[in-house]
């Protein structure tokens, strides 16, 4: 699998082609997303796990905001049609390299003709593969983010579907690196997810608030990059009035008005009209991200 940088012979004009044989469940191109349109309702987008992403991009020496793939629950399967790096980070997927098991949080040398094939997530949800080099694919409003199912209009594609390819530019190789293992993620079937108090807390009885912060949460199936929706009710929620549409950021939390709670994540539209019971801190949407249907989920309140 090593190879000697000096075998390679570099021509750095030279794209490398991945080229997608299998598409997975949900295979994306993502970056850090799109800031400061969202007066205009478009989501911020970009990698649901950013800390994966930052670290995939530091193994093959890109710059962390650099785009990379974001596969959710179950991997691709790719070809790369040239030399360069990679790595992987997040989720574990078993990944294998021409039917060879490879490890996570490490820089691994390709070749050309190799297929590297992922499986169903075991631990954790989203796995993230960063290649060396400049990626040559689509930029809209100064981001290469895959656009949401909500703005097919834009004719930019919301995930890879097989056939497809990507271009990137390979740089020159660097030493292989691997990640610490005190600043890996560590992943389990249950989480406590840190939250503030949202916009509209003050509308939810004491009762309501006590259950929300004492129950334990189940992942929905239904959840995706939008929003992670919950399977348990708030036992005798009422919604108090119509709530005006107003503003939420990535970790909004929502109280439908059959009183299932909804953590909004980065494709998420920009408004909403549910009220607001808390908000995940920045530091915890990670952890969210990286929560499968079936996952548990409780919610511990850190400031009012």
Sequence with gaps: MRQTFSKWRLRMSDP???HIKK???HTSIQDNGRLGVQDQGIPIG???DKSAMHLANELVG???DCPVLEMALAGPTLEFEGICQIAITGANMSPTINGNLVDNFRTLNVKKGDVLSFGQAIEGCRAYLSIGGEWKTPVWLNSQSAVPDIMKSSNLPSQLQEGDSISVIRKTPQEPKVTAVSKRPAFSSTYVVRV???PEFGLFTLDIIEEFFE???TIGPESNRMGYRLK?????YEAKREELSSGIVNGTIQITNAGKPIILMADAQTTGGYPRIANVISDDID???QMKPGDEIKFMLVSY
């Design 16 to 18: 490398v082609l991945v």
């Design 23 to 25: 598409s997975g469940v």
């Design 46 to 48: 970009g990698a649901l």
């Design 62 to 64: 890109n710059a962390k």
């Design 196 to 198: 503030v108090t949202g």
């Design 215 to 217: 129950k334990m949460f």
């Design 232 to 236: 348990e009710s708030l036992k005798g």
């Design 287 to 289: 952890l969210v991200a």
